[in-house]
């Protein structure tokens, strides 16, 4: 989805799920308090009821996505989103139309894509607030928190590769008249290492920072808000939701490294 809560993942490989999925969700299901992508792989749900919104299934650089999104709704307005996924590296690399299962190609791409990919990725950016990243071999272990225009990221994002995704989400979100802020918080999360079963995990989180009791936002494209990181010490009460949203971002990724059971040596270290 999104950054997805782009669901950013940005990808050049085709992965298969298979039976590793022990749980199998629906659209339109309600979860609390925990989500289960399989037995390696669960979180711990903010409070509140949750609806699975998405199941994403589209090809971004030549890779097919699956995974979840999931909402919770206040008055028909979206107020939180989660995109979680686990990706295995089992598959083929397409590039200008050559396919490779050569494993230091799909080593290669999954580099590409997380440090080099122009519209996003784990290396500073305007729109971070925070950034921090392990990175060796072909692992990396990426944490980044900030803000966005959600609405652009969903509906017309930069990324021309990912102008056709989020067609279910988009429909799911018309037919039943739902909105979404249009700045939200947001944190990504990503874990990769060959020498862990050699899959890769995501995590993304947005929020509506209402729910942290933040003040109006006048300003509402990405490079103008009062949380970019250039305009915030400008607006000292954004300034404060935003170390919030970092704390708890923070944290979530502590928990994240927790669950996929990151390698010691790959952690970063957050406190």
């Not at 299901?29 to 989500?35: C, H, L, P, R």
């Not at 083929?92 to 490779?100: C, E, L, M, T």
């Not at 305009?231 to 935003?242: F, K, Q, R, S, V």
């Amino acid at each position: 989805m999104i950054n997805f809560l782009k669901v950013t993942t940005i990808f050049f490989l085709i992965f298969h799920f298979n039976s590793s999925i022990a749980e199998n969700y629906e659209v339109d299901q309600k979860v609390t308090n925990q989500f289960t992508l399989n037995h390696k792989f669960k979180i711990d749900l903010p409070d509140g009821e949750w609806v699975v919104a998405e199941k994403p299934s589209y090809e971004f650089y030549g890779l097919r996505v699956e995974g979840y999104t999931l909402l919770r709704i206040e008055n028909n307005k979206v107020v939180e989103g989660i995109s979680i996924g686990e990706f295995k590296t089992e598959g083929k690399y397409k590039d200008s139309g050559i396919a490779s299962e050569d494993t230091n190609a799909l080593n290669q791409a999954i580099y590409q894509i997380v440090f080099k990919n122009k519209y996003d990725g784990c290396y500073e950016r305007p729109e971070y607030s925070v950034l921090k990243f392990y990175a060796k071999g072909t692992t990396h272990n990426c944490f980044r928190a900030g803000h966005q225009d959600l609405i652009k990221e969903i509906y017309n994002p930069d990324d021309p590769w990912l102008r056709n995704a989020n067609t279910q989400l988009k429909t799911w979100l018309k037919n039943k008249s739902i909105e979404l802020p249009k700045i939200s918080l947001n944190s990504s999360h990503s874990y990769f290492s060959r020498l862990v079963g050699g899959k890769w995990f995501y995590l993304d989180y947005f929020i509506d920072p209402k729910i942290l009791n933040a003040p109006t936002n006048k300003f509402l494209t990405k490079e103008s808000s009062e949380y970019h990181k250039d305009n915030i010490t400008n607006y000292p009460e954004h300034e404060m939701i935003m170390q919030q949203w970092i704390s708890i971002s923070t944290e979530r990724h502590v928990n994240f490294e927790k669950s996929i059971n990151a390698l010691k040596r790959h952690l970063l270290g957050l406190s």
